[in-house]
């Protein structure tokens, strides 16, 4: 097993990585893109956007190419091509959007709408997502590791593998199609194990981890982290433990994604005897789409080669309406385009059918030379009631920081616009058990924003009148998302509620005799 160890550590380097490494992120893409194109010329939707003739101009030297792409194919969001395109994959229906039949379809979390959304999972998808996944295990090397970490077991908290048939097609988590399809070198590393991860009922399947929990040797956790979080807090306090390395003393690291994990970090140190290390990764239900590739840094790399192709729109009142709709005629742009510490709303076309797909995130580069992203927010899931817009990235941020500064473990939080008078007002609702005067909390959370975003400070001493905020136990959080049917794997509470989500929320608070 030692020498395994060694070969994943040192001995493996892929084609792919240092192809992206040594080349242009531009020819990277153009190439890709080139190869979405071709695979689906004769599919119903490259035969109705003339994809043949758009591959025509990938022989010029200009930029003609990317020119006939985005002006033949227009922009989608998931309500439109499935309206138009994915409803007839569920069908049964072969060579829609991409070559073959769709036998896979993911479900998202559904934080953003009101229902779950069906998004089409290729086998060419599949193989990109492990290729990836092989891709930021590769980068480990570049970490002061022992050896031995390679022989541990990786503990994958997602969703269930048994997935539901309706004869036609498979669906459920995305993290339960993939797990369901490991290559068997991984297999003997996978925790916790394919009779585990089969269950479908999320307090059993923890609760059945907690049981196993002595009997593995963990080096690494993989999984959204308010969940895991839970999970080794169940563990601790089963076995009367002081921290999780009591148990799994190997444990080092821990691969994230899904949301920030920045409020999370205070709470789920207090589980530790001895610091992680953090891998953030950009796994969507669409795609594979980044991962952190270098030591210490909150950024992670774009994959420029393997099945998607991005396109960039500047998120500016110009180009996204109130709800984060993107407006007609919206400027799009390609990688060569694009400029650091911008904001953009994001389009993908991928080997699973997606094309100038809205995927609903907002990115910014951090660094071009390397094609370093962090993600900033959601198309949707910002709030500008008045022109203050407050995104996700500053949420994040003024939360990490008060807790940091009062000792606080913030569990969940989240945010409503609210009328006020004929003016505005912002509602926060944050989980921790730990006690805290609520006035004092919403009062520095505040000033936090005022400093973190400009837009904010104005328009508090304008059209902003009001921030309040209401203090609840975080297990109202998970029990709402329960209610939901959104309890475990890749489900994450929204930072911000707006119109039905909203309605359900306080509803649900009302029910609970919470006040506002």
Request: hydrophobic residues 40%.
């Amino acid at each position: 097993m030692a020498i395994l160890g060694t070969l994943l550590k040192k001995g493996i380097r892929l084609r792919v990585s240092l192809e992206q490494e040594y080349s242009s992120p531009a020819e990277l893409q153009k190439e890709e893109l080139k190869k979405l194109l071709i695979k689906s010329a004769n599919t119903a939707i490259g035969k109705k956007y003339g994809f043949k003739l758009i591959l025509k101009e990938f022989r010029k030297p200009n930029k003609d190419f990317y020119r006939a792409f985005s002006s033949m194919v227009p922009i989608y969001d998931y309500e439109k091509i499935y309206k138009e395109w994915w409803y007839r994959l569920k069908d049964g229906e072969r060579n829609i959007t991409w070559p073959g039949a769709i036998r896979y379809f993911a479900l998202t979390s559904g934080t953003s709408g009101a229902s779950s959304k069906y998004i089409p999972i290729s086998g060419d998808m599949v193989r990109a997502i492990r290729k990836t996944g092989v891709r930021q295990i590769l980068t480990l090397s570049k970490y002061d590791l022992p050896d031995d970490l390679f022989t541990k077991g990786i503990l994958m908290l997602g969703g269930s593998t048994d997935l539901d048939f309706n004869g036609t097609f498979f669906s459920g988590d995305l993290s339960g199609i993939t797990a369901g399809r490991l290559p068997i070198w991984f297999q003997r590393f996978y925790k916790p194990g394919k009779q585990i991860s089969r269950n479908k009922n999320w307090g059993e399947k923890l609760d059945q981890i907690v049981e196993m929990a002595p009997k593995w040797d963990i080096g690494i956790i993989v999984g959204v982290p308010a969940w895991l979080q839970i999970l080794l807090e169940k563990i601790i306090e089963r076995y009367q433990l002081s921290t999780i390395h009591d148990i799994w003393p190997n444990l080092q690291i821990f691969v994230h994604g899904g949301v920030s994990f920045e409020p999370y970090k205070k709470g789920f140190e207090k589980l530790l005897a001895h610091p992680l290390i953090y891998m953030e990764t950009y796994l969507a239900s669409e795609g594979f789409l980044a991962f952190q590739a270098l030591p210490d840094r909150r950024s992670m790399r774009l994959v420029l080669n393997n099945g998607i192709f991005y396109e960039f729109i500047p998120f500016k009142d110009e180009n996204f309406d109130e709800n984060g709709e993107v407006k007609e005629g919206a400027r799009t742009l390609k990688i060569d385009e694009i400029e650091e510490n911008v904001d953009y709303g994001l389009l993908i076309s991928t080997c699973s059918g997606a094309w100038r797909y809205l995927i609903g995130d907002v990115i910014r580069f951090v660094s071009l030379e390397e094609s370093e992203i962090i993600i900033t927010g959601r198309t949707k899931h910002f709030l500008s009631l008045c022109g203050e817009h407050l995104s996700m990235d500053n949420m994040n941020r003024a939360i990490e920081m008060v807790g940091e500064e009062q000792n606080l473990n913030i569990k969940e939080f989240t945010v409503i616009g609210l009328p006020h008078g004929s003016l505005f007002k912002h509602h926060w609702f944050v989980g921790t058990d730990d006690e805290i005067d609520q006035e004092e909390l919403v009062k520095q959370i505040d000033e936090k924003l005022k400093i973190l975003n400009d837009d904010y400070g104005v328009e508090r001493q304008h059209a902003l009148k009001e921030v309040s905020c209401t203090v609840l136990s975080p297990r109202y959080f998970y029990d709402w998302l329960r209610a939901q049917g959104k309890e475990g794997g890749q489900n994450k509470f929204p930072r911000v509620l707006k119109k039905e989500k909203m309605t359900q929320w306080l509803e649900f608070l009302k029910d609970n005799n919470i006040e506002i």
